[in-house]
């Protein structure tokens, strides 16, 4: 009975202690580990998505000048298969396991083009790129080189991007957001270079194609000026 007692009595001052203890503040727990750069990182770039889709971003909020990948859950390929093969032809490789023979899915040298298709489709590619087309005022592309003061934060707790940079003192700022449940990427700019007619923006769709079981893409480029949209605004940004 006294061990009873004993028990209880822990319990109770373990409940209290626990509901005396204050809240934890997810938020502020999160916001401390914001990520913050100063230029792209070629092999870790910023990326917004929502589970089954992805976009990548370089230090500018869009892909401008590297381009990265635009993914999703159903973004799938397949090339052709080899003239005169078929899937049921394969020969799968029978090995010594544990006293029997079992066959495994392994390349068979035997069957190198079948072997190469099979491990290689279907597969996941990129669905395309978007980008900034910076220009100067004489017209000249932009490089990454020829921006200043350039900052990139990711609030993982609302999943936006801010993107600040300037161009020959001019700034730009922008914000890059995934939809929750849709396969589509938002993007507001800010910068009075949209006015200068310096500032618009690019896409890129690829052509998938084969040459020796080697992916190759064709660029598809479309450029659309931010202006015109903003004509009826009256506004800076986009």
């Known amino acids: 009975m006294k061990k009873l007692i004993s028990v209880l009595i822990c319990v109770l001052f373990a409940s209290v202690g626990i509901s005396g203890q204050a809240k934890i503040d997810r938020k ?10 100063t ?33 999703s859950q159903w973004s799938w390929h397949s ?10 032809d394969f020969k799968r490789l029978t090995m010594d396991t544990h ?54 934060e990711v609030d993982l ?33 800010e910068s009075p270079l949209i006015r200068k007619g310096q500032l618009s923006v690019f896409w890129i769709f690829l052509i998938l194609k084969m040459i020796s079981f080697r992916t190759v893409w064709e660029p598809m480029t479309n450029q659309v000026p931010i202006s015109p949209f903003l004509k009826s605004k009256r506004k800076t940004g986009y």
């Open 39 to 71: 230029k792209t990182n070629p092999r870790s770039p910023a990326q917004v998505g929502n589970g089954e889709f992805a976009f990548s971003v370089d230090i500018t909020g869009l892909q401008t000048f590297v381009p990265f990948n635009t993914m």
């Open 99 to 152: 006293g029997r023979d079992v066959p495994y899915e392994l390349p068979n040298p035997e069957q190198p083009e079948l072997s190469a298709w099979l491990a290689g489709n279907p597969h996941r590619f990129n669905l395309g790129r978007i980008g900034f087309k910076l220009t100067k005022p004489d017209g000249t592309p932009v490089t990454e080189t020829d921006l200043s003061d350039t900052r990139q």
């Open 28 to 37: 502020a727990v999160v916001d401390r580990h914001r990520i913050v750069t």
């Open 157 to 189: 707790w609302t999943g936006i991007i801010y993107s600040q940079f300037k161009l020959d003192g001019i700034p730009v700022s922008v914000k890059t957001a995934c939809h929750p449940t849709s396969d589509a990427v938002a993007v507001s700019v």
């Open 79 to 88: 090339f052709p298969l080899p003239e005169g093969c078929k899937v049921e």
